[in-house]
């Protein structure tokens, strides 16, 4: 199996992603890497390596580009190229990119073939919850900023089908609103919400965002603008906890920094669950190849897990989950 | 001046919301309370008290009906009662209610006459952030689930006015969107980009919900639906990191709880930054009365501070600040 690594577009690439990328060779032996970017940089950075074929693509996608215009224009970007070589390679089973989110988003919809049925695929990150093991999906966290009713619908299937891929097998579904109430939400949320209890998804109704991490749900579905919004106030409470944490100890004498010595583990075991680092990145659901988009801000450790989270995507077939899903309905 | 207290409808109505009501009279000197409920379960718990009138009101709005019928229908609720009161009496300067979210909008907006060119009245929370006492105003959180570009770019007028009675000269204004970058965001955020853009206001262009807290804002301004996601992801957040640190320290054996005890000033004082029972209710800005929902599940110590932050917030003239923003441009 050979997993494509779009080397650049990072905030730390190439240097992390490429580490990143060798790390995982180490950990894992059964697959190989094609890293796409600049050759001579990269070539320098790898060198002899028979795991790693390097596709010279010298140009970069930055956040400054627009998403549309980039794939247009920029056909000899990393992004680009790793891209092409996956829809071109049947071996090639997934691709990692931390580059911009809004153009690995739109590269992949436009020039990835989509799953039989699916009208949008959704971004579907797995996130931590209060319940130790148990993890939530939330699909869509920015794939698709104005989706319609029965996008949301696809979108509860496909997060059901890969939470089946993870053992569950009557995933728990909640509709992400401002309110529990049947009649909660905008016109958008009302129209799925319907949707969702004719069907025959294990449907839970309307939740708040307060639920999101109470590990009561398997999959909770939203518009990609309300997910990526509720995704990073998750991110960004966690990270200002550990902020306040922090100063408290600072300001705190020696009583608190003796404190934090001796709850040093428990503070590392919460870091560790709610950190993106070891949490891996988002996989793009309803495309029929495993895209997934890191975080922006990957560092190498970040970059391994992300890939050997594709290499457990490609084997869990969670495509083919949502094929079958597609099918029977 | 009076303060008036929709006694019944929230989830520890009426005893907690009572006691919170005296409490706050023990505590300010220059107020009265009026509390709207059944008379004779109030009577029996105010006593002989000349500071406190009761209104007779014995039906109470739950989070069970719907807010415009129970407008319609149960004019002698609590709520409703509570609301004509305010508007009948110039001496009534505030209301308090920790009822249903829908329904003291609903009614507020319904019943309330608005300051005059505002067109939407929003609800404006005031939320910590990171950087010891600076807060930001996260405005609208729920009482417009579809505005439109025009009333986003009057939540912005009237989250500046708002932080300019808190002492803030030229209130620095993110919009709340899925990147930071300019052309991001849906429709609705894309052209209220435009209005914003183009206004005198201080505005700093899109945010992403992880800045949140960061302290780098004065007013973010959403959609009453995805703010409502934004507030209440920080919220489960903030609970969820509390439980795992909980966790951590009762799993943790002897060395965690002496590690807790240690840190015990700190997590209380996050704890305090953190939580609504001191953070008080979100005011609905827009009308020409201070409403302030308290949050469904204050005790008596949420009551009171809310309570004695609606006092704050009449003698702050923010209503006057508003009024003369819209007057001035």
Chains 1, 2 share one sequence.
Do not use: W
Request: with cysteine.
């Amino acid at each position: 199996m050979e997993i494509v690594v779009d080397a650049f577009g990072g905030d730390y690439s190439p240097q992390e992603t490429v580490k990143g990328a060798l790390r995982a060779l180490d950990i894992k032996k059964d697959f190989t890497v094609v890293l796409t970017g600049d050759k001579s940089v990269l070539s320098e950075m790898v060198g002899d390596n028979a795991r790693v074929k390097i596709i010279d693509a010298p140009d970069v996608i930055t956040n400054d580009d627009v998403p549309t215009d980039a794939v247009r224009n920029k056909p000899n970007s990393s992004l680009i190229a790793a891209i092409d070589y996956l829809n071109a390679n049947e071996d090639a089973k997934g691709l990692v990119s931390t580059g911009s989110t809004g153009a690995v988003l739109t590269a992949s919809v436009l020039l990835t073939r989509r799953i039989k049925g699916i009208n949008r695929p959704a971004l579907a990150p797995v996130l931590p919850t209060v319940k130790g093991d148990k993890k939530v999906i939330l699909i869509d966290c920015g794939a698709n900023v104005e989706p319609k009713a029965l996008n949301l619908f696809q979108f509860a299937q496909m997060g059901a089908a890969y939470a089946k891929t993870m053992g569950i097998h009557y995933p728990r579904i909640g509709l992400l609103s401002n309110g529990t109430e049947d009649k909660k939400g905008n016109t958008l949320n009302k129209e799925a919400f319907s949707l969702l209890k004719e069907s025959k998804l294990n449907f839970a109704g309307n939740i708040e965002a307060r639920e999101i991490l109470s590990g009561e749900y398997d999959v909770i579905v939203s518009d990609g603008f309300s997910g990526n919004i509720a995704l990073k106030s998750c991110e960004g409470t966690a990270v200002s906890m550990f902020s306040l944490i922090k100063d408290g100890i600072m300001q705190g004498g020696i009583r608190a920094k003796l404190g934090f010595l001796l709850l040093k583990p428990v503070f590392k075991k919460i870091k560790k669950t709610m950190d993106y680092n070891d949490n891996g990145g988002a996989v793009l659901l309803g495309l029929n190849k495993i895209i997934v988009k890191g975080h922006g801000a990957s560092k190498e450790k970040a970059v391994c897990n992300t890939v050997l989270q594709t290499i457990d995507l490609v084997n869990s077939n969670v495509i083919e989950s949502i094929t079958e899903c597609m099918n029977n309905g």
